[in-house]
């Protein structure tokens, strides 16, 4: 199990890791919505069913790599010591 970061560049290799891995994240929900739409797009009943069921598990996948990615942003201006607002 990993720790928090001490120092302000372990918060940046963090943000960065995250940031990395939520755009990854995003991706791969990007891509099984496509997949989910062509075949709703192209086929009937079944297949419908299908691509219905990959674009709804595409959902939290993306969720995720978007909190992701917004952590990333958040931890990188912190260890900057940027005001947020």
Not at 61 to 84: D, E, N
């Given at each position: 199990?990993?720790?928090?970061?001490?120092?302000?560049?372990?918060?940046?290799?963090?943000?960065?890791?995250?940031?990395?891995?939520?755009?990854?994240?995003?991706?791969a929900?990007?891509?099984?919505?496509?997949?989910?739409?062509?075949?709703m797009?192209?086929?009937?009943?079944?297949?419908?069913?299908?691509?219905?069921?990959?674009?709804?598990?595409?959902?939290?996948?993306?969720?995720?790599?978007?909190?992701?990615?917004?952590?990333?942003?958040?931890?990188?201006?912190?260890?900057?010591?940027?005001?947020?607002?």
């Amino acid at each position: 199990m990993s720790s928090q970061p001490s120092t302000d560049s372990g918060l940046a290799e963090t943000s960065g890791r995250q940031h990395t891995t939520g755009w990854r994240l995003l991706l791969a929900g990007g891509v099984l919505f496509a997949v989910g739409l062509v075949l709703m797009l192209v086929g009937s009943d079944a297949v419908d069913y299908a691509g219905v069921a990959l674009a709804a598990l595409s959902t939290p996948v993306t969720l995720a790599g978007l909190a992701l990615v917004l952590s990333g942003i958040v931890g990188h201006r912190a260890s900057q010591h940027k005001p947020f607002a």
